[in-house]
């Protein structure tokens, strides 16, 4: 029978081992249940400190009583007494089981409990000969029976794709990852303080609309069947808090999922973490104040310095972070000046020299982003706002009124990632039903991501929407750049997967 708390490094199951080892655990339980001790019967225990409490107080807690709770993972039985780690939210805990302390009966249950299993343990705090800080058990209670074995545990749970699907094995098996998610906690709850000091209230929208705008994005579709409706998830937040600030709140927030119906990658999944913020009286140039002063505090907060570094490169949000036109930037990176391209022929003429592809429907600033994509993006490792892009690809931002082929936008770059993307808002209704109907038009040309008409919206911005400055963030990337991960599934608890044959 293959013995699955031997603690030396050892092949992987086969099919039959891992048969038996299941069978066992429920052998264990059984007996457990027919001696009137189901440990599923025991509904709380009073855990008095955890493992990093007692570590950083030991001083303090030298022979005094505690009690921990949490996942045993590993065992060391030795005769008469025994050793063995109990792992909590903070950390692991050296237990020690000595016959002799904890009587015959319940040493002799202890040897049967198997790795993965949950147990409370309470005893006093002292330290090993070797200097270990460790707790002497005077009590061990089974608390949850693990009918599965948890990995093999000098590798862990090394298949990512498994490590995606059992996000609960991975987390309990990988300390980065656990302590990636609760980083990431710490981002967002940083975020939320600073904004909410900021005199921002965090307000919700709803995910289920019947126009998905303010993006250029395909959205998942559903049937509301108490309506008999037509629905979609939303595909961003924009137009639900502009509605707000036409209510007279003057800065809003939400921090919630959206959904696009698009590809997977390293970057994308099709539900992501999305914050939008608006602030009325203010334009882009105040959403980039806002975007450097929050970037810089949440790194301090979070990580203790503004220098961050991603997969070996270091970026610094200490410095002031730059600040160049879209057009600048396809300049400096690609050579080509598009203040010197005046017709839509003469920039399909310059893509057409540059290999830069097109479509029939594309106009000079499509062009232009298309430009940026291909010759730039890569080259913004340092925090960078690239501003004031095309009007073709910002439908609800206002002009810039010595330019009115551009408008007051910015996106916020990092290792080549975009991280945010902000507006002064268009609030002028006339000019957005103009930018809607050009919209409509993309959307019957072929272009499965141009936004619909929204009626009500109109009625708002007729109503009256102040001056205002609005962004949208991230969350996710965030989270990449902060913990260094790799991939987007790295940062989210339940990632989208393709459902398994």
């Known amino acids: 029978m293959a013995n699955e708390n031997n603690n030396n490094q050892a092949p992987q199951m086969t099919?039959?081992?891992?048969?038996?080892?299941?069978?066992?655990?429920?052998?264990k339980l059984k007996a457990l249940q027919d001696a009137n001790a189901d440990p599923f019967q025991i509904t709380k225990y009073d855990v008095s400190h955890h493992a990093e409490e007692i570590r950083n107080q030991y001083d303090a807690l030298e022979g005094q009583t505690v009690t921990i709770a949490g996942r045993m993972m590993s065992k060391r039985i030795m005769g008469k007494a025994s050793f063995c780690h109990v792992q909590d939210l903070s950390g692991n805990m050296q237990v020690y089981v000595a016959r002799d302390s904890l009587g015959e009966e319940p040493y002799a249950g202890f040897k049967k409990f198997d790795i993965g299993d949950i147990i409370g343990v309470k005893g006093t705090v002292f330290k090993t000969k070797t200097g270990e800080i460790s707790v002497h058990a005077e009590e061990i209670i089974l608390l949850s029976k693990s009918l599965q074995p948890l990995p093999e545990k000098f590798h862990g749970l090394?298949?990512?794709?498994?490590?995606?699907?059992?996000?609960?094995?991975?987390?309990?098996?990988?300390?980065?990852?656990?302590?990636?998610?609760?980083?990431?906690s710490k981002i967002i709850s940083t975020i939320r303080r600073f904004l909410d000091d900021q005199g921002f209230i965090e307000v919700e929208t709803p995910m289920l609309v019947s126009n998905a705008g303010g993006a250029a994005a395909r959205p998942f579709e559903t049937h509301f069947n108490a309506l008999d409706e037509d629905f979609k998830l939303?595909?961003?937040?924009?137009?639900?808090?502009?509605?707000?600030?036409?209510?007279?709140?003057?800065?809003?927030?939400?921090?919630?999922?959206v959904f696009r119906n698009e590809g997977l990658d390293t970057r994308h999944n099709p539900e992501f973490t999305l914050m939008e913020l608006y602030q009325a009286y203010t334009d882009y140039h105040g959403m980039m104040d806002l975007t450097e002063n929050m970037y810089r505090h949440v790194a301090k907060e979070v990580l203790g310095t503004t220098k961050i570094v991603y997969n070996g490169v270091e970026m610094d949000l200490g410095q002031p972070f730059e600040r160049i036109t879209m057009v600048d930037a396809v300049k400096k990176y690609s050579g080509v000046d598009f203040n010197e391209i005046h017709t839509l022929e003469e920039a399909r003429a310059i893509a057409d020299e540059k290999h830069v592809e097109y479509e029939e429907r594309h106009k000079k600033g499509d062009i232009l982003n298309l430009f940026f994509e291909t010759f730039v993006e890569d080259h913004l490792i340092q925090p960078t706002f690239v501003m004031d892009h095309p009007v073709e690809i910002s439908p609800l931002t206002k002009r810039k009124p010595e330019n009115p082929d551009y408008v007051e936008r910015f996106e916020f770059f990092m290792n080549g990632w975009e991280m945010a993307n902000a507006y002064s808002e268009l609030n002028d209704p006339i000019d957005q039903r103009a930018r809607f109907a050009a919209q409509e038009e993309q959307f019957a040309a072929g272009d499965e991501e141009a936004n619909h008409t929204d009626e009500d919206f109109l009625n708002a911005l007729e109503i009256g929407m102040p001056p205002t400055g609005g962004i949208g963030y991230g969350i996710d990337r965030m989270c990449m750049l902060l913990t260094d991960s790799a991939a987007i599934r790295d940062v989210l608890l339940f990632p989208t997967m393709k459902t398994l044959d």
Do not use: A, M, W
Request: hydrophobic share 30%; proline share 2%.
């Open 15 to 27: 099919d039959k081992e891992l048969s038996e080892i299941l069978q066992v655990r429920r052998d």
């Open 158 to 184: 090394t298949n990512v794709d498994t490590r995606y699907r059992q996000r609960y094995v991975d987390l309990i098996t990988n300390p980065e990852s656990k302590d990636t998610f609760i980083k990431r």
């Open 234 to 257: 939303r595909i961003s937040l924009e137009l639900y808090l502009k509605r707000l600030i036409v209510g007279g709140l003057e800065r809003v927030y939400e921090i919630g999922r």
